[in-house]
């Protein structure tokens, strides 16, 4: 990690960096399971759409430039699943294996603790995903199963690796609406 990385709520602006590094996962890594790289309005719908709602949307900045970006959004649309959050975390490649993307997990952890969130759902795309995989552990999630073969990408199968973290009271109290 670097003494010069911050982590601030992502603006509009920060939209043509943010398109960069998913496009970058999206082409080259199985991280997504897209399979084209969305335009910068498509992103920015994106973006939009989660910050109407309560969900936390962050970057990492190093030096100035946008190292990263993680966001929380609906694990699932039915309103039981209103206190659960699914986090993505994207690094640009350059920055990768500087710590972003734990720093950048940690703050969606407690900005989604803060939200009144109960329980975050990580879905890994790729099983050999090991760092993604690590960060998480190392921030206390708990495996959760892995579904096999469920994606195909770059003429593979693809499983995704679920994993989960309580937050705050977790299931121990009713949360509030």
Known sequence: MTDAMTIRPAALTD????TRIYGHA??????????????????RKRMETLL??????LVAEIDGAVAGYA????????PAYRFTVENSIYVAPEMQRRGVGRVLLQALIEA????GFRLMIAVIGDSAQA???????????????VF???????????????MQLPLGD????????
């Open 71 to 78: 966001y929380a959004g609906p694990y699932r649309a039915r």
């Open 170 to 177: 977790g299931p121990t109290t009713p949360p509030r609406d």
């Open 131 to 145: 760092a993604s995989i690590g960060v998480h552990k190392a921030l206390g999630f708990q495996d959760a199963g």
């Open 15 to 18: 939209i043509p960096a943010i």
């Open 52 to 57: 109407a709602g309560r969900f936390p949307y």
């Open 148 to 162: 096999r073969n469920v994606g195909y990408k770059f003429g593979r199968w693809l499983d995704t690796v679920h």
């Open 112 to 115: 989604s603790t803060a939200r």
């Open 26 to 43: 999206v082409t080259h890594g199985t991280a997504s399971f897209e399979l084209e790289a969305p335009t910068e309005a498509d992103m």
